[in-house]
């Protein structure tokens, strides 16, 4: 049983998954859009949302634990650009598109996960 046993686990250790994560959420801080497979993305989703609802104390320690979730750029982007422009949204900050095409070695679903 699965109780209490939230998130997925990307077929890796919990310290590889946390480093992707946190290389995800740069990436995707930085570009505004990435494509990754659909697994990843659903995990992505929860994780760059709860930090923006974060940043969108602005105050500093919201910017502290920014920090050291993220790359210091992405942190950056996020407490000052991404986090005003959603003020008055209660949730939802990102977008998942499936995609038709398949990954071609090994045929994993792909999504592209954007800002709304």
């Known amino acids: 049983m699965r109780h209490l046993k939230k998130g997925r686990k990307l ?3 919990r310290g590889q998954r946390r480093a992707l994560l946190k290389i995800l959420a740069g990436q995707l801080v930085e570009k505004e859009k990435i494509i990754t497979t659909e697994a990843k993305a659903k995990e992505l989703r929860s994780f760059v ?3 923006i609802s974060c940043g ?4 500093l320690a919201a910017l502290r634990l920014l920090l050291r979730r ?3 750029l992405a942190a950056y982007k996020i407490f000052h650009e991404l986090s005003p422009r959603y003020l008055s949204r209660k949730g939802g900050y990102l977008q998942i598109i499936k995609q038709t095409k398949r990954r071609k070695h090994d045929a994993s679903k792909m ?3 954007k800002f709304v």
Do not use: C, D, G
Request: without cysteine; charged residues 45%; hydrophobic residues 30%.
């Open 11 to 13: 077929s890796r250790k």
């Open 56 to 59: 969108k104390k602005q105050n």
């Open 70 to 72: 993220l790359p210091k």
């Open 111 to 113: 999504a592209m996960i």
């Open 49 to 51: 949302e709860r930090l």
